[in-house]
């Protein structure tokens, strides 16, 4: 990694986002999943800050960021407010589950500030599929103010994802999935309302025309892979690799294997490396 890495804090939309930095080429921005922080990209800092300009930060309501209270917001218009602050015209995004869709609103909003797209995991999107075996003993955990087993719950659904058991999956990984989504989950009664893109980008896909690579888990959840294949059937400059053994987090569980197939990816893509 070339230089030490830098962080502070941003001031954004009225929020307080937590970012580093670190490295020198092409901008490079990570955005991290719903359950996690920036933290879940520490795999992925070094190496890719061997070749870009790499940022990665907490979204408002995670990690070390600080919001006001019940103010509405949209996590695309943050980004935006983030890549302004540090100065960033153009760049490769990265997003995991609703970083996927937040990258996603911003190349529809920003499509001139957009090298290419890298999504794992996108959330976000209606499905119509049956909700997980865990869903009734989480809402009750939620009702009854249980955060700590609502993270676990929340950990079984997605990290371990439908086919495997706690004990299949790295420990370290499902420790710091549960510790960095608890921050998340005591924040969120303060978090204000997130206005959804408008349109809605599901509709909007073929506009995007940045080349994009959809990153898909093997064991992740049925509906997930079936996002993953309306990316790819909708985005004109699509391509899908699908990771095995591992579900919602494959940046996480396989990092060397998430490494390559994303640099590979990026060394192909004519002004993103």
């Known amino acids: 990694m070339t230089g030490a890495p830098e962080g502070g804090f941003a001031e954004v939309n009225g929020a307080s986002l937590y970012y580093d930095v670190a490295g020198n080429g092409e901008p490079l921005v990570l955005v991290h999943a719903g359950i996690a922080d920036c933290r879940m990209w520490d795999g992925q800092f070094e190496a890719f800050a061997e070749r870009y300009r790499i940022v990665r930060y907490d979204m408002r309501g995670c990690?070390?960021?600080?919001?006001?209270?019940?103010?509405?917001?949209s996590h695309h218009d943050d980004l935006r407010g983030l890549l302004d602050f540090l100065d960033i015209e153009r760049a490769?995004?990265?997003?995991c589950s609703i970083g996927a869709r937040t990258i996603i609103d911003f190349a529809l909003a920003h499509p001139e500030r957009v090298l290419a797209l890298v999504c794992p995991s996108l959330s976000g999107f209606e499905s119509d599929e049956e909700p997980p075996g865990e869903w009734e003993e989480l809402v009750a955990a939620d009702e009854a103010g249980d955060l700590e087993r609502v993270s676990e719950l929340e950990v079984r659904i997605w990290v371990d994802g439908p086919y495997r058991s706690p004990d299949q999956v790295y420990r370290?990984?499902?420790?710091?999935?549960?510790?960095t989504n608890l921050i998340t989950l005591r924040n969120e009664p303060d978090l204000g309302e997130e206005r959804p893109?408008?349109?809605p980008a599901v509709n909007r896909l073929a506009e995007i025309q940045a080349p994009t690579l959809v990153v898909?888990?093997?064991l992740d959840r049925p509906e997930v892979g079936l996002r993953a294949d309306l990316l790819l059937r909708s985005i004109p400059r699509a391509q899908k690799v699908v990771i095995n053994g591992t579900a919602h987090v494959p940046s996480m569980e396989k990092p060397r294997e998430f490494n390559g197939v994303v640099l590979g990816f990026l060394s192909g893509v004519s002004g993103a490396g």
Do not use: C, I, K, T
């Open 63 to 73: 990690g070390r960021s600080e919001a006001p209270a019940r103010a509405p917001f």
């Open 92 to 95: 490769v995004l990265v997003g």
């Open 172 to 179: 370290a990984v499902r420790d710091l999935v549960r510790e």
């Open 197 to 199: 893109a408008q349109p």
């Open 216 to 218: 898909a888990g093997d």
